[in-house]
């Protein structure tokens, strides 16, 4: 008896053994799984001393002491404890901008410039994206080379579709055939930092930033990005910034906050207009944009020789980055735009220009919908001959006078006489949906503006905020009958509240009286 006591217990003790080994293995191989991480260095980076604690290094930048490279959760505890270290921090994610649908060459006045002999000649435009089919016949004659990030290789192939779209508004050629891109003239950089899926890191991001800058790119346009920041991504757009080089970066199409790298100080922040020059519900706003641009039902080139239509942010972004080729292919000297007197343009002074010749929509001056307003490209290159030289300092959200005609003085409305709008009636209700054993619910509110006689009032945008069960920042505009309507995010087996609270009403020669409305909140629970 007592031997098959021994015997039970030895063959219980091998298979607890056993047991141990795959979950051993297991815990041995998570801690040497190695993170992605972008390592910033306090002097000249050293790759060398990131491979000796077994890390892969994916990148070395030289327009920033930091390296992209793969390392195990204890090596990067003991790097951050090396004094030559900076910071570490993980490798964001970024995507190219989910598209809506896309047409704006005219709209910004793009072709009446070229009438006039502007074409982006000898400007070089970096396209940061999927890469572009420089085969399509819109684009091969401008098309200088790249590189492609994702593959490691010098062949940066559009195998999206989204990269070739954002090139042709850039620039496609005047030949005849197709579509015509804002600045037809311009030279294409295809940089290749985001996959077939539309996917990229943000070392990636850095490293066609470093390689535009490296190869003397004038702009470096990029219609896409991440919702967190990173100091490395920063550092790498303030260097490109610094060294003279144009960005300008889509501010996202969530509706909500303007996008990194877009909400960069050394970015152009561009949001997205439809044919009415009305912001879109989903493009991102903040006091962070720039300029608005035509981003609805945009026609342009895709791969294979064919041309689409596209939407979004995304589309938005390249007719700035074309008007940004046509002002910089122009002869600043002898402005008063030269405010160095180095006889070219620097970031700074194309953004002063476009500022003041921007075509100003929504609140007077600039605001968090459009920035200075639409860009308008032939102003942008217009009359610089007889730009104002005197160094009297414009105040950048001063209306600027119009002398077309001195027979009548201009009158500036007192805002005291202007119509009063408010939220006339605020609604809300829920919805639910059943899918296998979860049920899915949401909520939807309805707004209407009304002026101080109780009308309709067509156009207005109107933000506000969802908290509760879901969080959340939407902007839409009202339609003929006043009206807009917002749904909140779906969710899973919902128990508790949904809140919507109207943040700003915005309209053209209105004044918003948030003491009469009806109501500022709603809510619903489920």
Known sequence: MALKKITLLVIACILLS????????????KDNEKIPVLI????????????????NVKHEYTIIPAVAA??????????????NIDLIEPDGQAQILADEVPWGITRINA?????????????KVAVLDTGIDYTHPDLKANYLGGYDFVNRDNDPMDDHSHGTHVAGTVAAASNGIGVLGAA????????????????????NIIAGINWAVDNNANVI???????????????????????????VGAAGNSGGSVIYPAAYSSVIAVSAVDSTNTKTSWSCYGPQIEFAAPGVSIKSTMPGGLYGFKSGTSMATPHVTGAVALLMGTDVAGTSYDANKNGKWDPAEVRSRLQKTATDLGATGKDSYYGYGLVNAYAAVSGLESAPTDNTPVEDDAPIPDTSSDTEPV??????????????????????????????????VTVKIVDSDGKAVPG?????????LTSRTVSGVTDSSGIVKFTSSQVKNPGGTFTFTVNEVVCSGCVYDSSHNVLSTVSVTF
């Open 18 to 29: 056993f047991l141990a080994v795959p979950a051993m293995a297991v815990q041995e191989n």
């Open 40 to 55: 910033s260095f306090k002097g000249k980076a050293n790759a060398e001393l990131v491979k000796a604690y077994g890390g």
């Open 70 to 83: 793969e390392l195990p959760q204890k090596a990067i505890d003991a790097l951050s404890k090396n004094p």
């Open 111 to 123: 072709a009446s410039a070229q009438a006039e002999g502007f074409t982006g000649t000898g400007i």
């Open 184 to 203: 037809p003239q311009a030279g294409l950089y295809s940089v290749k930092v985001a996959d077939s899926s539309g996917y990229c890191s943000y070392s």
């Open 221 to 247: 346009t990029m219609s896409l990005g991440g919702t967190s920041s990173s100091s490395t991504l920063q550092s790498a757009c303030d260097n490109a910034y610094s060294k003279g080089v144009v960005l």
């Open 411 to 444: 009158v500036v409305p007192d805002s005291t006489t202007e119509n009063k709008i408010y939220v006339g009636s605020l609604t809300a209700v829920k919805d639910s949906s059943l899918r296998g054993k979860n049920t899915f619910g949401l909520a939807v």
């Open 460 to 468: 207005t945008s109107v933000s506000g905020s969802w908290s509760g």
